[in-house]
């Protein structure tokens, strides 16, 4: 530059944040979502493991008790006394007892 050239200061240009994707384009932008997809998965992956197995009952889901084995595990329990065992069994083994279809 020679003597005598001023140059004018540079204008700067008001930019909004985020409004624009800067330096990342879609490469950039493709990698922070699966950089979330993956802390997501295992975020989720640590959560279900923990919940798994930390459970102190034992899951009963598939499995169905006959009124008579629950009427028996409850008496065996301490749940009902003999008199109260002994009048629910004789109204389970009735003949005028439905039968109940398992749901």
């Not at 909004?16 to 802390?39: I, Q, R, S, T």
């Not at 005028?96 to 749901?103: A, L, M, N, V």
């Amino acid at each position: 530059m020679g003597q005598g050239h001023i140059r004018p200061p540079l204008k700067e240009v008001p930019v909004m944040m985020g409004w624009h994707l800067g330096n990342w384009g879609f490469a950039g932008m493709l990698g922070m979502g699966m950089m979330v997809l993956f802390w997501g998965a295992l975020i989720g992956l640590a959560v279900w493991a923990i919940a798994r197995f930390t459970r102190t009952e034992p899951s009963h889901a598939g499995t169905l008790e006959s009124p008579r084995a629950i009427l028996d595990r409850r008496f065996a329990s301490g749940q009902l006394d003999a008199e109260e065992y002994a009048s629910a069994r004789r109204t389970l083994e009735s003949p005028d007892t439905p039968e109940r279809e398992p749901s």
